[in-house]
C-alpha cells in the first residue's frame, strides 16, 4: 500500500465484538487473563495479548502498526514524547562507557541529552565536525554504539546524507539511528537508505495539530545484533533483569524493539496515553496531504523572503544553490522541508522587533502544527548551548525558524510583509 492508503487503514479493522469503525480508545489499565497459566505465557512473552498498559495497549498497539508500516519496520514502540524515544533508543544500545557519535545539527535537547545528560550516566555523545560521512567516521572507535543523525536538522534544515553515514555505521559494526521527525516517512522513508532505527517526535508534522505530544521508536529489524556480539553483550548474553532472555536469539529481527519495551518502557514508564494515541491515530489519517501543502507553501514563502530586500539570508534547502540541493532530489523527491530559517537585514534586533510584529504566525517553540510558527532558536530552543555550538548547529543570532503552516499562503505572506515593514521600515533603505 502507499502512504495515503498507510496512514488511514494500517494496523487497524473494524473491530470485531461491536464493529467500530474509528479506532476505539481502550481506557485500560489492565487486561484479565483467562488462567494462571495464560497469565505466565503472556508475562514469558510465549503468546500475543496484553497484560498492563505500561507494556501495552490495544489503541496504542494500532499506532505503533502504522508509523511501523509507514517506514516499513519489523515493528515499534510508542511512547509519551520524543525525547522518551530517543532517550530509550540510545540506552538500548549504549550502556556506561559506550559513546553515541552524532551529526552537530540537532534539535537543542536532544544535544543536551547526548552531551549533559547521557555523559553523568556514563555514556558520552560525540559531536562531529560536519554531517558528513568522513566527520563522522573519524569519531567512531571500539566503543561506539551508534551512529546518530536528524535525516532534516532542526533547525539548521541540512539534509543528511543516509546512505553514507549508514555505510560508515556498518563498516564499523554500529548501527545508524535517525530522527525522522522534521521529514516524516512521507518525504523519506530512511530505511530504504541503510539506516537502521527511526525515531519520531509524533507531536510534530504526524500528529499535526499541535495539540498531543508523543513519540515513536521505529525499528528496520535488519541490523545484526548477534554479529556484533562483543559490541552488544545486552543483547546477545542471558538478561538477568528478564529471567535470562536473550533478545537476539528469542527476537531475532526484532530484538531491538522488543528490549526497548521489556527493559525500558516496563521499567521507565514514559507510557503514551491510550487518548494521545487516539488523537494522534486521527492527525496521522491526513498527513501525506498536509505535508504537500506544507512543502508548496514554504517554497512560496522561501522565494518570497529571497526576493526581498530587507532579508539578509534565507537558508532553503529547495533552492538550487543550497548545498544541500542534490539531498533533497535524492532523499527527499524534489520536496524541501516547511521548516527553514532566515535573517532579516539589521541582525538581532531588527529581527526581535520582526518576530514581535507577527500576527498570524504564531510565537512558540514547535514545529510541524497545520498553523504557521515561528521561533528564535537562541534565546529559547538552543539557549543551553554554547555561541560556538550554536553556529555548528545551524543557529545564528538573527536566526528565524519559521514553520510554514497550511493556511492560505497570501496570508502567509502578507503577515511576512508587514512584520518585515515594521522591523526595516524603507525598502529602499534595506536595498542600500
Ligand atoms: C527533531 C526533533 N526531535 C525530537 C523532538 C522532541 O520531541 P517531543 O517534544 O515530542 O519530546 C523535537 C522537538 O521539537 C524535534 O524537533
Given at each position: 500500500m502507499r502512504n495515503e492508503t498507510i496512514a488511514i487503514h494500517a494496523g487497524y479493522e473494524a473491530d470485531p465484538t461491536t464493529k467500530a469503525v474509528a479506532v476505539p480508545i481502550y481506557q485500560t489499565a489492565a487486561y484479565a487473563f483467562d488462567s494462571a497459566d495464560h497469565g505466565a505465557a503472556l508475562f514469558n512473552l510465549e503468546v500475543e495479548g496484553f497484560r498492563y498498559s505500561r507494556i501495552a495497549n490495544p489503541t496504542t498497539a494500532v499506532l505503533e502498526k502504522r508509523v511501523s508500516e509507514l517506514e516499513g519496520g519489523v515493528g515499534a514502540l510508542a511512547v509519551a514524547t520524543g525525547q522518551a524515544a530517543l532517550h530509550f533508543s540510545f540506552v538500548n544500545v549504549a550502556d556506561h562507557g559506550g559513546n553515541i557519535v552524532s551529526v552537530p545539527q540537532l534539535y537543542g535537547t536532544t544535544h543536551t541529552l547526548l552531551s549533559h545528560i547521557l555523559p553523568r550516566q556514563g555514556i558520552v555523545g560525540r559531536f562531529a565536525m560536519s554531517d558528513s560521512a568522513d566527520a563522522i567516521e573519524r569519531l567512531i572507535d571500539e566503543d561506539t554504539r551508534a551512529v546518530f543523525a536528524e535525516t532534516i536538522g532542526n533547525p539548521a534544515g541540512n539534509v543528511c546524507d543516509i546512505e553514507a553515514l549508514a555505510k560508515v555505521a556498518h563498516r564499523n559494526g554500529v548501527p545508524l539511528i535517525v530522527d525522522n521527525t522534521v521529514a516524516t516517512p512521507i518525504l523519506l522513508k530512511p530505511f530504504d537508505y541503510g539506516a537502521d532505527i527511526a525515531v519520531h517526535s509524533l507531536t510534530k508534522?504526524?500528529?499535526?495539530?499541535?495539540?498531543?505530544?508523543?513519540?515513536?521508536?521505529?525499528?528496520?529489524?535488519?541490523?545484526?545484533?548477534?554479529?556484533?556480539?562483543?559490541?552488544?553483550?545486552?543483547?546477545?548474553?542471558p538478561d538477568a533483569s528478564y529471567h535470562g532472555l536473550v533478545y537476539a536469539e528469542r527476537f531475532g529481527p526484532k530484538a531491538f524493539i522488543e528490549r526497548a519495551r521489556s527493559i525500558y518502557q516496563r521499567t521507565m514508564g514514559a507510557v503514551l496515553s491510550p487518548f494521545n494515541a487516539f488523537l494522534l491515530l486521527q492527525g496521522i489519517e491526513t498527513v501525506a496531504l498536509r505535508i504537500e501543502r506544507h512543502v508548496e507553501n514554504a517554497r512560496k514563502v522561501a522565494e518570497f523572503l529571497r526576493g526581498d530586500p530587507r532579508v539578509a539570508w534565507v537558508n532553503y534547502a529547495g533552492?538550487?544553490?543550497?548545498?544541500?540541493?542534490?539531498?533533497?532530489?535524492?532523499?527527499?523527491?524534489?520536496?524541501a522541508s516547511s521548516l527553514f530559517t532566515f535573517g532579516i537585514k539589521g541582525g538581532m534586533e531588527s529581527g526581535k522587533t520582526f518576530y514581535d510584529s507577527l500576527k498570524l504566525i504564531t510565537r512558540l517553540v514547535n514545529i510541524g502544527d497545520a498553523k504557521s510558527l515561528a521561533c528564535h532558536p537562541a534565546s529559547t530552543t538552543h539557549r543551553q548551548m554554547s555561541a560556538e555550538q550554536q553556529r555548528t548547529a545551524g543557529v545564528l543570532p538573527e536566526t528565524i525558524r519559521l514553520s510554514i503552516g497550511i493556511e492560505h499562503v497570501a496570508d502567509i505572506i502578507e503577515d511576512i510583509d508587514q512584520a518585515l515593514a515594521r522591523a526595516c521600515p524603507s525598502r529602499l533603505e534595506a536595498a542600500e
Open positions: 508534522f504526524m500528529g499535526g495539530h499541535g495539540t498531543t505530544l508523543g513519540g515513536m521508536i521505529v525499528d528496520s529489524g535488519r541490523f545484526a545484533w548477534g554479529k556484533h556480539a562483543d559490541r552488544f553483550p545486552a543483547f546477545n548474553k533552492f538550487p544553490d543550497s548545498p544541500y540541493y542534490p539531498l533533497v532530489q535524492k532523499y527527499l523527491g524534489g520536496n
